[in-house]
């Protein structure tokens, strides 16, 4: 985990930070580092850079650092780090306004096996109104080629009847159209 000082003052680009806001809206600005988000955070332990070190880097538009980072990918959306935040500063929408900024620019993700989750999970919701686990967990498999992981887990939840064969179409019209709004947005 780097420390503050750490940080580089490298690939340092004024827009980035405003791309951020544009995305979701947040104002990173006021944050004023109190470390309550990092401190509450389940995942830091696991991150490179803390949630509040991610945020100061995205106050002062590093983008290759941010860019560079595993923090957003390994971010489970918990909402502690935001429910925390004395200043109201949405730490968790704006890990997901990064991702969706690093997707807009067609940047690599440093963790693609999350990235490839997240897909095949849209991609399922968007098909099947609804999560088809069997689905989605076949379609992870085939991208990330991992298809022993969790091997165990699978077969046990298969016997439990925690998996179902098929699939059932939920509202899958709706879900669609949800979507496709959310795409003509997109290109506003
Ligand atoms: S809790 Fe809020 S103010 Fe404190 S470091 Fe995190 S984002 Fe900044
Ligand atoms: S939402 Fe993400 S960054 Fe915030 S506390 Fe949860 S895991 Fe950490």
Not at 39 to 52: F, H, K, Q, S, V
Not at 138 to 160: I, N, W
Request: charged letters at 25%; glycine letters at 6%; one cysteine or more.
């Amino acid at each position: 985990m780097m420390t503050e000082e750490e940080i580089p003052i490298k690939g340092k680009t004024y827009d980035f930070s405003d791309a951020v806001k544009a995305a979701d809206g947040i104002e990173v600005s006021w944050c004023y580092q109190c470390g309550k988000c990092a401190g509450g955070c389940p995942l830091a332990c696991e991150m490179d850079l803390t949630p509040t070190q991610l945020i100061h880097a995205v106050q002062l538009g590093l983008k290759d650092l941010v860019h560079n980072s595993k923090t957003m990918w390994l971010c489970s959306s918990c909402q502690t780090c935001t429910t925390r935040c004395p200043q109201n500063v949405d730490v968790a929408g704006v890990m997901a306004a990064v991702k969706v900024v690093m997707q807009q620019e067609n940047a690599e993700a440093k963790v693609p096996a999350v990235l490839a989750f997240n897909q095949r999970f849209l991609e399922n919701i968007k098909l099947f109104g609804r999560t088809y686990e069997l689905g989605m967990v076949a379609l992870y498999k085939l991208k990330t080629l991992s298809f022993t992981q969790d091997l165990g887990l699978g077969v046990e939840m298969l016997k439990r009847g925690k998996f179902k064969i098929l699939p059932r179409f939920v509202g899958s019209w709706s879900v669609r159209k949800i979507f496709m709004r959310a795409r003509r947005q997109e290109k506003i």
